[in-house]
């Protein structure tokens, strides 16, 4: 026993002091010094800066070979307080390189080749990757270069100082990839029908990389998944496409005259004041120009201010509409560009998500800054740019679709017009973490689509809906704070838990009002600037005082799961010392255990028992009525209450219910305990524990509740708002959930439930 007791003592001490304490530890190893660049309430410190980048840029799509001619200026200030040796650009699109390191590194199995498609894109050739031809000076002096992969440095002929400014010319040309076969954020897709294309072209400039405080040169190598850190600067770009194409791009249109009819010009300036989308070129005329291919070219001028990059769109296909969009006193241009493959849904939706999104978004961080805003259908992908994204959602070839389909549209609408925020504007470092970018704004997305539709079947956000990837293998889980090419299945982790760990803070660890006040305080500090982790995290806490130090370690920095257990309820009432409420209590026969087996049986099994049979053997002790009150009863309890006062009287005689619950912790990660209790007559209480009860020992703790009446259950976290991984373990008494299981399947394959309908209504055509 003694032994047990000291193994006992020795492990509490080990948790209580090591655990406990810990996950409460303020974050300072962890997070950054302050500095004059980011000051320790998370904001840009009094020296902060940033560098900036303006682009020239004269570009031709030839659709003949499905290939990009560019040529730019790019004039780059340095804003900071260094001397640049060199300067480093982006390459992305030598990941299209044969033996790119992207390629190299992409690891396959056999199990996977299951078509002859899948062996063709395997053996695909293709001559991807930039053809640089020239970098210059201004002046024509070519200047010294080297690429290494991804990268590009330039080497200026003497080092670029503090305040100043240098200009220099880059020309290339590459051939766009094929979505189909070899992927790509940036690419085309092919109609064979038609013999047509669909280009959504972005990262086809060499683009500046980001120097700064926190990284120096972000030149970390583009290797397909973490994506891009940008700086800002004007943008304007010329892009000549065959006469009879569409181009919607990041910008607006500079020479609607040279490139549009009347007719649409007209339309456009219709659409700038209608709260309804109107169509620009209909479904009618784009089917009209798909026919034949005109051989001339035009140039569409497109003028950006204060981006961090560039992308458009162009095809002799799309079908393009518009509406206005009312935000901060400005109105602003949403439209869409998609193909007749992509209606009916298109039309009908894409140009009013667009809205939706600038609106809300607006209201919960900042005022949508540009003048237009573009959804532009792609068929797969999701995929964001400044004012522009590529966007999949295609119905079947008889115009019906699924449910998915269509709520996949609408949520990846919503997500990359909301990029437009996090990180095209508040500008994170994308290569670096993917989470403050596709979390941030799949948490915005989630409040979107809440807004969008009631009961919106979301797909992250809601707390109980990451649970199942929060309890999976850890092998498998990686922390938030993992950098993008290293992180385990990258939807739950980058965009799913972040996104559910907001919207933890919002409904319970802070509130909606604390919340949403710190959160448009980030994104107005930081909004065309350069964040990094730290800054959030001091900013959510610094706006609020709520300390989120345990939240920020526990989500972010660990892969532990909330699971708490309700382990144990007892239950207690207070002794009243009053003889005629406590003896009536009492029982007759203490020791006896009424329902245990033998006793039942002797009922019947014994006939009679000695002292039945025998009077002379009771004595005092078997004829003593307990529950009898006597003289020294009624004198005892009345000095009671002469000591005691009325109000102390009043309590003791108040029927009180104590309850004492244990509970647990088994999933590791802190978080508020809630409690809700459910009374005899039907109604209930929700109580609130924040998470500091977790303090001192975080494995184990008990707390008493004390209600007016009894308890006829309890249930943790009954609003299944703290993402809570196993709530059998969460009720008292414990309660059993039937499941219906299947015996017939029931479900035609490859049928959407349009199609289903339509097969209906044949039938009842028919009179069956
Ligand atoms: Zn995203």
Same mark, same amino acid.
């Given at each position: 026993?003694?032994?047990?007791?000291?193994?006992?003592?020795?492990?509490?001490?080990?948790?209580?002091?090591?655990?406990?304490?810990?996950?409460?530890?303020?974050?300072?190893?962890?997070?950054?010094?302050?500095?004059?660049?980011?000051?320790?309430?998370?904001?840009?410190?009094?020296?902060?800066?940033?560098?900036?980048?303006?682009?020239?840029?004269?570009?031709?799509?030839?659709?003949?070979?499905?290939?990009?001619?560019?040529?730019?200026?790019?004039?780059?200030?340095?804003?900071?307080?260094?001397?640049?040796?060199?300067?480093?650009?982006? %390459?992305?699109?030598? /990941?299209?390189?044969?033996?790119?390191?992207?390629?190299?590194?992409?690891?396959?199995?056999?199990?996977?080749?299951?078509?002859?498609?899948?062996?063709?894109?395997?053996?695909?050739?293709?001559?991807?990757?930039?053809?640089?031809?020239?970098?210059?000076?201004?002046?024509?002096?070519?200047?010294?270069?080297?690429?290494?992969?991804?990268?590009?440095?330039?080497?200026?002929?003497?080092?670029?100082?503090?305040?100043?400014?240098?200009?220099?010319?880059?020309?290339?040309?590459?051939?766009?990839?094929?979505?189909?076969?070899?992927?790509?954020?940036?690419?085309?897709?092919?109609?064979?029908?038609?013999?047509?294309? %669909?280009?959504?072209?972005?990262?086809?400039?060499?683009?500046?990389?980001?120097?700064?405080?926190?990284?120096?040169?972000?030149?970390?190598?583009?290797?397909?998944?973490?994506?891009?850190?940008?700086?800002?600067?004007?943008?304007?770009?010329? /892009?000549?496409?065959?006469?009879?194409?569409?181009?919607?791009?990041?910008?607006?249109?500079?020479?609607?005259?040279?490139?549009?009819?009347?007719?649409?010009?007209?339309?456009?300036?219709?659409?700038?004041?209608?709260?309804?989308?109107?169509? /620009?070129?209909?479904?009618?005329?784009?089917?009209?120009?798909? #026919?034949? #291919?005109?051989?001339?070219?035009?140039?569409?001028?497109?003028?950006?201010?204060?981006?961090?990059?560039?992308?458009?769109?162009?095809?002799?296909?799309?079908?393009?509409?518009?509406?206005?969009?009312?935000?901060?006193?400005?109105?602003?241009?949403?439209?869409?560009?998609?193909?007749?493959?992509?209606?009916?849904?298109?039309?009908?939706?894409?140009?009013?998500?667009?809205?939706?999104?600038?609106?809300?978004?607006?209201?919960?961080?900042?005022?949508?800054?540009?003048?237009?805003?573009?959804?532009?259908?792609?068929?797969?992908?999701?995929?964001?740019?400044?004012? /522009?994204?590529?966007?999949?959602?295609?119905?079947?070839?008889?115009?019906?679709?699924?449910?998915?389909?269509?709520?996949?549209?609408?949520?990846?609408?919503?997500?990359?017009?909301?990029?437009?925020?996090?990180?095209?504007?508040?500008?994170?470092?994308?290569?670096?973490?993917?989470?403050?970018?596709?979390?941030?704004?799949?948490?915005?997305?989630?409040?979107?689509?809440?807004?969008?539709?009631?009961?919106?079947?979301?797909?992250?956000?809601?707390?109980?809906?990451?649970?199942?990837?929060?309890?999976?293998?850890?092998?498998?889980?990686?922390?938030?704070?993992?950098?993008?090419?290293?992180?385990?299945?990258?939807?739950?982790?980058?965009?799913? #838990?972040?996104?559910?760990?907001?919207?933890?803070?919002?409904?319970?660890?802070?509130?909606?009002?604390?919340?949403?006040?710190?959160?448009?305080?980030?994104?107005?500090?930081?909004?065309?600037?350069?964040?990094?982790?730290?800054?959030?995290?001091?900013?959510?806490?610094?706006?609020?005082?709520?300390?989120?130090?345990?939240?920020?370690?526990?989500?972010?920095?660990?892969?532990?799961?909330?699971?708490?257990?309700?382990?144990?309820?007892?239950?207690?009432?207070?002794?009243?010392?009053?003889?005629?409420?406590?003896?009536?209590?009492?029982?007759?026969?203490?020791?006896?255990?009424?329902?245990?087996?033998?006793?039942?049986?002797?009922?019947?099994?014994?006939?009679?028992?000695?002292?039945?049979?025998?009077?002379?053997?009771?004595?005092?002790?078997?004829?003593?009525?307990?529950?009898?009150?006597?003289?020294?009863?009624?004198?005892?309890?009345?000095?009671?209450?002469?000591?005691?006062?009325?109000?102390?009287?009043?309590?003791?005689?108040?029927?009180?219910?104590?309850?004492?619950?244990?509970?647990?912790?088994?999933?590791?990660?802190?978080?508020?305990?809630?409690?809700?209790?459910?009374?005899?007559?039907?109604?209930?209480?929700?109580?609130?524990?924040?998470?500091?009860?977790?303090?001192?020992?975080?494995?184990?703790?008990?707390?008493?509740?004390?209600?007016?009446?009894?308890?006829?259950?309890?249930?943790?976290?009954?609003?299944?708002?703290?993402?809570?991984?196993?709530?059998?373990?969460?009720?008292?008494?414990?309660?059993?959930?039937?499941?219906?299981?299947?015996?017939?399947?029931?479900?035609?394959?490859?049928?959407?439930?349009?199609?289903?309908?339509?097969?209906?209504?044949?039938?009842?055509?028919?009179?069956?």
């Amino acid at each position: 026993m003694i032994k047990n007791i000291f193994i006992l003592s020795a492990f509490c001490f080990s948790t209580i002091v090591s655990l406990g304490q810990k996950k409460f530890a303020q974050l300072d190893i962890e997070l950054p010094t302050p500095n004059e660049y980011r000051n320790a309430s998370g904001g840009p410190g009094h020296n902060y800066y940033q560098q900036k980048a303006d682009y020239k840029i004269q570009l031709t799509l030839d659709d003949e070979k499905q290939r990009i001619y560019g040529e730019e200026i790019i004039t780059y200030t340095n804003n900071s307080p260094d001397h640049l040796e060199y300067l480093w650009l982006q %390459l992305d699109q030598n /990941i299209f390189e044969g033996n790119s390191d992207a390629r190299m590194i992409s690891v396959d199995k056999m199990e996977n080749f299951k078509s002859l498609k899948d062996v063709k894109r395997k053996l695909f050739e293709f001559d991807g990757g930039f053809k640089v031809e020239l970098v210059q000076s201004t002046s024509g002096q070519n200047l010294k270069y080297y690429i290494n992969k991804t990268m590009m440095r330039i080497d200026p002929e003497k080092p670029l100082g503090p305040k100043q400014s240098i200009s220099f010319k880059i020309k290339w040309w590459y051939n766009v990839n094929n979505r189909d076969f070899i992927g790509g954020r940036s690419g085309m897709e092919y109609f064979p029908e038609e013999d047509n294309y %669909l280009y959504t072209i972005a990262q086809f400039f060499p683009r500046m990389c980001v120097y700064n405080d926190v990284e120096g040169w972000q030149n970390k190598q583009f290797l397909g998944r973490g994506e891009f850190n940008l700086p800002f600067g004007d943008y304007h770009v010329s /892009i000549t496409v065959p006469e009879d194409h569409i181009v919607g791009a990041t910008g607006e249109l500079q020479n609607a005259n040279n490139v549009l009819t009347e007719k649409q010009r007209n339309r456009l300036k219709q659409a700038v004041s209608s709260d309804v989308p109107v169509m /620009i070129v209909t479904q009618a005329e784009a089917e009209e120009v798909e #026919k034949t #291919k005109s051989k001339k070219t035009k140039t569409w001028v497109f003028k950006a201010t204060n981006v961090r990059d560039f992308a458009f769109a162009s095809s002799r296909k799309f079908i393009w509409d518009a509406m206005g969009v009312k935000i901060g006193g400005k109105s602003i241009l949403a439209m869409s560009y998609y193909p007749k493959e992509g209606n009916p849904l298109w039309e009908q939706y894409s140009t009013k998500l667009v809205a939706h999104t600038l609106q809300v978004y607006s209201k919960h961080t900042i005022d949508y800054p540009y003048p237009v805003a573009i959804s532009v259908h792609s068929k797969q992908i999701g995929m964001e740019y400044p004012m /522009i994204s590529f966007n999949g959602g295609r119905p079947a070839e008889d115009g019906t679709y699924s449910k998915e389909t269509k709520y996949g549209m609408w949520g990846v609408i919503i997500h990359e017009v909301g990029h437009n925020f996090f990180p095209m504007i508040i500008n994170s470092d994308e290569r670096q973490w993917s989470w403050m970018d596709e979390g941030l704004n799949t948490f915005m997305q989630y409040i979107t689509e809440q807004a969008w539709e009631r009961n919106y079947p979301s797909r992250r956000g809601p707390a109980h809906l990451i649970t199942d990837y929060m309890r999976g293998d850890p092998k498998f889980i990686s922390p938030i704070m993992t950098n993008s090419e290293s992180i385990f299945q990258f939807g739950n982790n980058a965009y799913g #838990k972040p996104a559910t760990a907001l919207n933890i803070l919002r409904e319970t660890i802070m509130g909606r009002e604390l919340f949403d006040h710190a959160f448009k305080i980030y994104c107005e500090r930081w909004k065309f600037k350069h964040p990094t982790p730290a800054d959030f995290f001091r900013t959510m806490e610094d706006a609020s005082a709520v300390d989120l130090d345990w939240f920020w370690r526990g989500w972010f920095y660990t892969t532990e799961y909330v699971d708490i257990s309700l382990d144990d309820v007892k239950h207690f009432q207070m002794n009243t010392a009053n003889p005629e409420v406590e003896k009536a209590l009492v029982n007759n026969q203490p020791y006896v255990q009424e329902n245990y087996i033998s006793n039942l049986r002797n009922q019947k099994g014994i006939e009679k028992t000695i002292n039945e049979k025998d009077a002379t053997i009771d004595d005092y002790y078997a004829k003593r009525d307990y529950q009898k009150i006597d003289a020294l009863d009624k004198a005892e309890y009345k000095r009671v209450q002469e000591k005691l006062n009325a109000e102390d009287l009043a309590l003791l005689n108040s029927n009180k219910q104590f309850y004492e619950l244990k509970f647990s912790n088994l999933g590791g990660l802190v978080s508020p305990i809630i409690v809700q209790a459910k009374f005899e007559d039907g109604s209930h209480q929700d109580i609130y524990i924040p998470a500091e009860i977790w303090r001192m020992d975080d494995v184990t703790l008990s707390k008493v509740f004390v209600f007016d009446q009894k308890v006829t259950s309890f249930r943790l976290d009954p609003y299944l708002e703290t993402a809570d991984c196993d709530l059998d373990n969460n009720s008292w008494p414990a309660v059993v959930q039937p499941t219906r299981f299947q015996l017939f399947n029931q479900q035609k394959m490859n049928e959407n439930p349009m199609q289903r309908q339509k097969r209906v209504e044949e039938l009842e055509k028919k009179g069956e």
